[in-house]
């Protein structure tokens, strides 16, 4: 709060109505999927970064059971990215024998 005030002229007291903190133990409450309150599901480590997201074998959107997918922070690009199952579409429509361009052009 100390570093919005130094950019702010009306962040006194009187103006913040409200204050909710979440810890990890509360995330992982709301959320069963986020282990320890981690919102990457499986961690954001390192040797995890593009295509080994969330490890090689599974990095191409596909798992070994047929028509089961991985999307979302658990996969490739990872959380932080906006609409990020977006990038396993083109996947799933292509086994799904649909051509992603025709479609969305």
């Known amino acids: 709060l100390d570093s919005v005030r130094r950019h702010t002229s009306n962040m006194g007291p009187e103006n ?9 133990p509360d995330l992982e409450k709301w ?15 390192l040797y995890q970064s593009m295509g080994n997201r969330p490890m090689p074998s599974w990095s191409q959107f596909r798992m070994p059971v047929d ?19 977006r990038a396993a579409v083109p996947v799933i429509m ?12």
């Not at 959320?31 to 480590?45: E, F, K, L, R, V």
């Not at 028509?67 to 199952?85: D, E, H, I, M």
């Open 31 to 45: 959320n069963a999927s986020w282990p320890g309150g981690d919102a990457t599901h499986i961690g954001s480590y």
């Open 94 to 105: 292509e086994d799904l024998g649909m051509d992603f361009d025709k479609i969305i052009g």
């Open 67 to 85: 028509k089961l997918y991985l999307c979302g922070p658990s996969a490739y690009p990872g959380l932080g990215c906006t609409a990020g199952a």
């Open 16 to 24: 913040i109505l409200g204050r909710y903190i979440d810890s990890p």
